[in-house]
């Protein structure tokens, strides 16, 4: 199985049938419009606009499941998106990244890579206190909250997973290297 086995819905109608992203590298991100974390959008742009002709894309994965802080409607969402941070990249039908109702792309990236990168002692004890206030986060490789990231190399595999802590400018050299 791969990433590549999987269709997700749209945020208006249809669905995307991941193999279409065959050969692009990807970043994969749960998202909330109303999270501290939310200003990463603004880094996530940036990186959509330095790569998207090289082969790169950002799927964006509304989540409301931590703290309801991403409530709206998808189409709300997107607006906020394009209004306040200015957003190319589209955002994909709002899912469960966890529990009964997680979405099996999410089943599937968790299972890939367990361990979340969190750097510097500041971000590891955030995510200490994140990690006691997330109701959703049952299973030890459970996604503990908004903006964790996982990045696909273009043959489809999930090459690491980063804390909401890791901002998105900051894996720009992963990136770059896996554009080639």
Same mark, same amino acid.
């Given at each position: 199985?791969? &990433? !590549?086995?999987?269709?997700?819905?749209?945020?208006?109608?249809?669905?995307?049938?991941?193999?279409?992203? #065959?050969? =692009?590298?990807?970043? $994969?991100?749960?998202?909330?419009?109303?999270?501290?974390?939310? /200003?990463? !959008?603004?880094?996530?742009?940036?990186?959509?606009?330095?790569?998207? +002709?090289?082969?790169?894309?950002?799927? +964006?994965? /509304?989540?409301? *499941?931590?703290?309801? *802080?991403? /409530?709206?409607?998808?189409?709300? &969402?997107?607006?906020?998106?394009? @209004?306040?941070?200015?957003?190319?990249? +589209? *955002?994909?039908?709002? $899912?469960?990244?966890?529990?009964?109702?997680?979405?099996?792309? !999410?089943?599937?990236? =968790?299972?890939?890579?367990?361990?979340?990168?969190?750097?510097?002692? #500041?971000?590891?004890? @955030?995510? =200490?206190? &994140?990690?006691?206030?997330?109701?959703?986060?049952?299973?030890?490789?459970? $996604?503990?909250?908004?903006?964790? =990231?996982?990045?696909?190399?273009? *043959?489809?595999?999930?090459?690491?997973?980063?804390?909401?802590?890791?901002? /998105?400018?900051?894996?720009?050299?992963? &990136? @770059?290297?896996? $554009?080639?």
């Amino acid at each position: 199985m791969s &990433i !590549y086995d999987f269709k997700v819905k749209k945020r208006k109608e249809g669905e995307l049938d991941l193999a279409e992203l #065959k050969g =692009k590298v990807l970043l $994969i991100v749960n998202t909330a419009t109303g999270c501290g974390f939310t /200003p990463q !959008y603004e880094g996530l742009e940036k990186l959509y606009e330095k790569y998207h +002709d090289k082969g790169f894309e950002v799927l +964006d994965f /509304p989540c409301n *499941q931590f703290g309801n *802080q991403a /409530p709206g409607s998808d189409t709300e &969402i997107h607006e906020f998106c394009t @209004a306040r941070y200015k957003t190319q990249f +589209d *955002q994909l039908a709002k $899912i469960d990244v966890n529990g009964e109702n997680e979405s099996p792309v !999410y089943s599937f990236l =968790k299972d890939q890579v367990t361990e979340e990168e969190v750097q510097g002692l #500041k971000n590891k004890m @955030a995510m =200490k206190a &994140i990690s006691k206030i997330s109701s959703s986060t049952k299973k030890e490789n459970d $996604i503990k909250w908004n903006f964790t =990231k996982f990045l696909v190399d273009r *043959q489809g595999n999930v090459v690491k997973r980063y804390a909401p802590t890791h901002d /998105p400018e900051s894996i720009e050299s992963e &990136i @770059a290297a896996l $554009i080639g």
